[in-house]
T-cell receptor
Framework: DAGVIQSPRHEVTEMGQEVTLRCKPI?????LFWYRQTMMRGLELLIY????????DSGMPEDRFSAKMPNASFSTLKIQPSEPRDSAVYFC?????????????FGPGTRLTVL | AQSVTQPDIHITVSEGASLELRCNYS??????LFWYVQSPGQGLQLLLK??????LVQGIKGFEAEFKRSQSSFNLRKPSVHWSDAAEYFC???????????FGAGTILRVKS
């Protein structure tokens, strides 16, 4: 398997622009997680889905952030409008099922820079 | 709420020397505990995990960790470090029946030859 695939790997945009990050989980995995990694706050869970349904979005920082999972093989994280403080590395991870007994496999991340 | 403290931001060890990375957690019950490794430009990879049973757990790449309930610790060890072990290491905790991981701030390991 190719593992979790994220695109783009790097994104540079200007403040106020819309940014869309993409994730393809491992085939057959039913849970998907979006994380954000910054120097100041470390690695934080933003939202996770189970069977394409958002289960917990309490980590989404504000309404400018939204995430969707239209099918089992694709998810997006959108920031609109983007701000410089959104600059971070965004990771997508997937696991076979819900529950921490199931290993989360991480993608390589998308490094977002908002100017 | 769960929390994780990794007191060492950076650690430098010589190749072939032993390694111990510290992790302390805060959680009211027995948690699930994890160690992940992140190489530059890569995602996180699971090294090992503790759920229950034997408090000394073995992981990949020759790593092990010991759960000590009395000290709320889950320190990662390796008897002989290789240059390829240079990376950032994250300890994480989760609730036994939960779905969310809380990560520590990470420890950057440098290996000198």
């Amino acid at each position: 398997d190719a593992g979790v695939i994220q695109s783009p790997r790097h994104e540079v945009t200007e403040m106020g622009q819309e940014v869309t990050l993409r994730c393809k989980p491992i085939s057959g995995h039913n849970s998907l997680f979006w994380y954000r990694q910054t120097m100041m706050r470390g690695l934080e869970l933003l939202i996770y889905f189970n069977n394409n349904v958002p289960i917990d979005d309490s980590g989404m920082p504000e309404d400018r952030f939204s995430a969707k999972m239209p099918n089992a093989s694709f998810s997006t994280l959108k920031i609109q409008p983007s701000e410089p403080r959104d600059s971070a590395v965004y990771f997508c991870a997937s696991s076979l099922r819900q529950g921490l007994g199931n290993e989360q496999f991480f993608g390589p991340g998308t490094r977002l820079t908002v100017l | 709420a769960q929390s994780v403290t990794q007191p060492d931001i950076h650690i430098t060890v010589s190749e072939g020397a032993s390694l111990e990375l510290r992790c302390n957690y805060s959680y009211g019950a027995t948690p699930y505990l994890f160690w992940y490794v992140q190489s530059p430009g890569q995602g996180l990879q699971l090294l090992l995990k503790y759920f229950s049973g034997d408090t000394l757990v073995q992981g990949i790449k020759g790593f092990e960790a010991e759960f000590k309930r009395s000290q709320s610790s889950f320190n990662l060890r390796k008897p002989s470090v290789h240059w390829s072990d240079a990376a950032e290491y994250f300890c994480a905790v989760g609730a036994r029946y939960g779905n969310k991981l809380v990560f520590g701030a990470g420890t950057i390991l440098r290996v000198k030859s």
